[in-house]
């Protein structure tokens, strides 16, 4: 009797699973040099998207030195790891203030655009008093069971 098995579930040899060990390590690798270096490239803009975003709106700012004030009433030691998050991780903060800051603008040019100010009224037509509406004391009620009748 012959094995004509043309897919083997397993392999005599493990060189194909070292290959694809290596092969998700150097993706991984690659993507942690991805990351810093976009981390690195944040923190030398980090000012510049500081001002961009109080240029653009600067309530967004102080909304969250609120909320950080907030959390230092509520429970303080949450408030000095959320500060010192902040400090220490601030281009991801300014980043996301500055993308906050430009969809808020954009969120109210656009509500400015489709406000009800300018909305013009459109005249109605009465319905017909004749309408062919069906009777709904007409209109049998159907019951579970008459679903298995035959």
Do not use: C, H, W
Not at 63 to 92: E, H
């Amino acid at each position: 009797m012959s094995n004509n098995n043309r897919y083997p579930t397993r392999s005599d040899s493990s060189f194909g699973n070292i290959i694809g060990l290596g092969i998700i390590v150097l993706i991984l690798v690659g993507m942690f040099f991805v990351a810093k270096a976009i981390l690195g490239l944040l923190y030398m803009l980090g000012p510049i998207i500081l001002i961009a975003t109080l240029i653009v709106d600067y309530k967004v700012v102080l909304t969250y030195l609120k909320q950080l004030g907030l959390l230092f009433t509520r429970n303080p030691l949450y408030g000095i790891g959320a500060s010192l998050l902040s400090f220490l991780l601030y281009p991801l903060v300014f980043s996301v203030l500055l993308f906050r800051a430009y969809t808020g603008k954009k969120m109210t040019q656009f509500s400015k655009n489709y406000s009800s100010e300018d909305a013009e009224f459109i005249e109605y037509e009465d319905a017909e008093e004749d309408l062919d509406l069906r009777d709904p004391e007409k209109i049998k009620e159907k019951r579970y069971d008459d679903y298995f009748k035959d």
